[in-house]
């Protein structure tokens, strides 16, 4: 059973004024809090379904079993799926390392959908780390954790000055762009920086200065643009394919 003041404060998470700032952000589904289990990621409290809280092998603490209205009231997925969490946030510093690896810089992107399908990208080809600057949308958007399919708990985000960053590095960086050397045909460190611009504008005037090579993926059709994400996707498959010869 949950208290109204408790079903209040969960249902607040739908606007960014409050779950921005917040300590914690929600999990919603067996998948995602799961691994979350499984993780070194904290969680402050589980809200789940009698059947979901039956199948789990050990006591799990601060569980509080509800009934599938009380999960409906409180969940923002068209359709909840059996248990809710509240995870502590993160901030990723002083840990971060960037010799022998490459990095992705996310220069302003928007969209969530895209930031959490580039997330899960980086985890796909390996990455673990990727730097924001601070009007990215946040990591901790919910549709951005969903997006990420889990993925957030492998790829640390840093939300850092991409300037301050870049002008300290002696690594090559690298900028998608419409106009560039084709990824066909340029030659793509094993370790460096890639830098994806924001969706409309692409990556801002202060940093193309820092970009040293100068990326692009030819078109062969009609289309006038990639998606963000779609274009990462393509640019880390080359660099990972060609990091391989």
């Known amino acids: 059973?949950?208290?109204?003041?408790?079903?209040?404060?969960?249902?607040?998470?739908?606007?960014?004024?409050?779950?921005?700032?917040?300590?914690?952000?929600?999990?919603?589904?067996?998948?995602?809090?799961?691994?979350?289990?499984?993780?070194?990621?904290?969680?402050?409290?589980?809200?789940?379904?009698?059947?979901?809280?039956?199948?789990?092998?050990?006591?799990?603490?601060?569980?509080?079993?509800?009934?599938?209205?009380?999960?409906?009231?409180?969940?923002?997925?068209?359709?909840?799926?059996?248990?809710?969490?509240?995870?502590?946030?993160?901030?990723?510093?002083?840990?971060?390392?960037?010799?022998?690896?490459?990095?992705?810089?996310?220069?302003?992107i928007q969209d969530p959908g895209n930031l959490g399908t580039i997330i899960r990208i980086a985890d796909w080809f390996g990455l673990d780390q990727i730097i924001v600057s601070p009007d990215t949308v946040s990591l901790y958007n919910p549709k951005v954790i969903q997006s990420t399919m889990g993925s957030f708990l492998r790829v640390r985000v840093a939300s850092l000055d991409i300037s301050s960053?870049?002008?300290?590095?002696?690594?090559?960086?690298?900028?998608?762009?419409?106009?560039?050397?084709?990824?066909?045909?340029?030659q793509m460190a094993n370790a460096g920086f890639l830098v994806i611009g924001n969706e409309s504008k692409g990556i801002r005037e202060t940093i193309m200065p820092l970009v040293g090579d100068a990326i692009s993926i030819p078109s062969f059709g009609k289309a006038e643009s990639l998606n963000a994400a779609v274009a990462t996707g393509i640019i880390l498959s080359h660099w990972k394919a060609a990091s391989r010869i």
Do not use: C
């Open 1 to 108: 059973m949950i208290s109204k003041n408790e079903l209040k404060y969960i249902q607040s998470f739908a606007h960014k004024k409050h779950w921005a700032q917040e300590s914690v952000f929600i999990v919603e589904g067996p998948k995602l809090v799961e691994e979350i289990l499984h993780s070194d990621w904290e969680i402050e409290k589980i809200y789940a379904l009698p059947a979901w809280a039956k199948s789990q092998d050990t006591n799990i603490p601060n569980l509080v079993v509800i009934d599938a209205m009380e999960l409906e009231r409180m969940s923002q997925l068209q359709q909840p799926n059996q248990v809710l969490a509240l995870v502590k946030k993160k901030s990723y510093l002083s840990d971060l390392s960037f010799e022998g690896k490459m990095t992705l810089v996310l220069d302003g």
């Open 165 to 186: 960053v870049l002008s300290q590095t002696k690594l090559p960086i690298y900028g998608a762009l419409l106009e560039g050397a084709s990824i066909y045909e340029a």
